[in-house]
């Protein structure tokens, strides 16, 4: 049987991330989401989440403020991370700070993912790794997705490096994921074609009510996203399909 989770990525961003996640949950699509414990609307998220939704910590080292010391993060952190200069030192108590307060809230976490997929790159995937054991969260994104060209040339080279980079996987994820390539380009045909798989597969997406924050590069098309994932169509496709959806938990 064919088992998939929908993942709604940045849970905690802000009002109407929040909002659109938990509507396409009720509609009975999205099975999972995973929560930015350091942006300004996580309490905001804490408070609208209810147990029937997966979720799981959507780790962050580029977008608003550190835990660590209440500072904005550094500009050139993706960078960093992408080339294996980033401070361990500095993730790690980053990192560990936004599981912590997860759990502080009284939310146990079923997986780690990460924003930007930055535990693509060392040395973030070990630190990555070695929290989740040390926390005993035993399932993880792991963002190997298959490409075949035509694609626009960016998002194929960024996906071929990180499958290049996530050898096996040591903790439990999916069979397959989906979700990468299209970001900030989402359609319905995408969202079809993902529907094509063996085993289990999660789907990664963004979802959002209309909004107009301009550091999000994804707010032209999160409402676009909402409304795929709360459409009749798609979700009459994985009925068809006798798609069970699951959530890491159940993974």
Known sequence: MQRLIINADDFGFSREVNEGI???????????????SNERFFEHAVDLYPKTLGIGIHLNLTWGNTLTNGKAFDKKNKYRAVLGTINKNF???ELEKQIERVFEVGITPDHLDSHQHLHA??????????L???FHIP????????????FPIQPFINQQIINWNMKKCPLTTTDNFFGTLYTGRPAM????????????AEIC??????????KDKLYKTREREFKILTSENFKNKIQEKNIQ???FREL
């Open 22 to 36: 938990i509507e396409a949950h009720q509609f009975g699509t999205v099975t999972s989401t995973s929560i930015m």
């Open 121 to 130: 790159f060392q040395p973030i995937t070990n630190i990555v790794i070695d």
């Open 245 to 247: 959806l699951i959530s």
């Open 139 to 150: 399932k993880i994104r792991w963002q190997k997705e298959k490409t075949t060209l035509p």
């Open 132 to 134: 989740a054991k040390e």
């Open 205 to 214: 997406s963004h979802p959002g009510k209309k909004s107009y924050v301009e």
């Open 91 to 93: 993730v790690r108590k």
């Open 189 to 200: 045909k995408h969202f079809l074609s993902y529907l094509n798989f063996k085993g289990s």
